[in-house]
């Protein structure tokens, strides 16, 4: 409801199809890789692998109400079959084997640019710009999730020393609440100084 609500209350229009539409979006995304191929290609030597209970994780944190892709399937589809009594373990168990197909170069090369890719709409901002939307396929924003995760969880004992973005919840939002509590708590009279 609240996304339905947003995007009701907002001022952005879908922007005409146009040579100007086209070349103010051209300004903002450079130009697709000419060597698409290397996405689809098989690494079978090391590879990122995850299990069920991961995939059941990177379901479950699709907001409420995420977009469909271009196929048509949204991730409330995905929760819905992850619910049924019947045949939700083969469920799983195809959907978890896939995303490891997927993460081990699997995807065969003539599908890759298409799994790859998405869907994508332009709005006209009410500043007079415009604004790039792209929905990708739900699987291809599964396995990405998966990816993510996989390489975060791996990464946040390195990083969590020196910056809060890397898998620490609410980490930068703290940080921004701790600046603002030791800004507000400095004396009139005290000079402050930034170093690089």
Not at 56 to 81: E, K, T, V, Y
Not at 98 to 103: D, K, Q, S, Y
Not at 127 to 139: E, H
């Amino acid at each position: 409801m609240r996304a339905a609500v947003r995007i009701l209350l907002s001022h952005d229009i879908p922007a005409a199809p146009s040579l100007e539409s086209l070349s103010a979006l051209s300004k903002k995304h450079p130009k697709a890789s000419s060597n698409l191929k290397d996405l689809a290609a098989p690494c079978p030597e090391q590879h990122i692998a995850v299990d069920e209970s991961d995939v059941c994780q990177a379901i479950r944190s699709f907001p409420a109400g995420s977009a469909r892709g271009p196929d048509g399937l949204d991730p409330q589809h995905i929760r819905d079959m992850m619910m049924c009594q019947e045949g939700n373990s083969e469920f799983l168990s195809a959907l978890t084997a896939f995303v490891n197909l997927v993460l081990a170069g699997g995807c065969p090369v003539d599908v890759g640019p298409v799994f790859f890719g998405g869907r994508f709409l332009a709005l006209n901002k009410k500043s007079g710009c415009i604004r790039p939307i792209a929905t990708g396929f739900t699987l291809r924003h599964l396995t990405s999730k998966c990816a993510n995760t996989f390489g975060t969880n791996r990464l946040r004992s390195y990083f969590y020393t020196q910056q809060l973005g890397v898998g620490t919840p609410g980490g930068c939002k703290a940080a921004v609440h701790l600046v603002q509590l030791y800004l507000e708590a400095l004396h009139e009279d005290h000079v402050r100084t930034m170093c690089s």
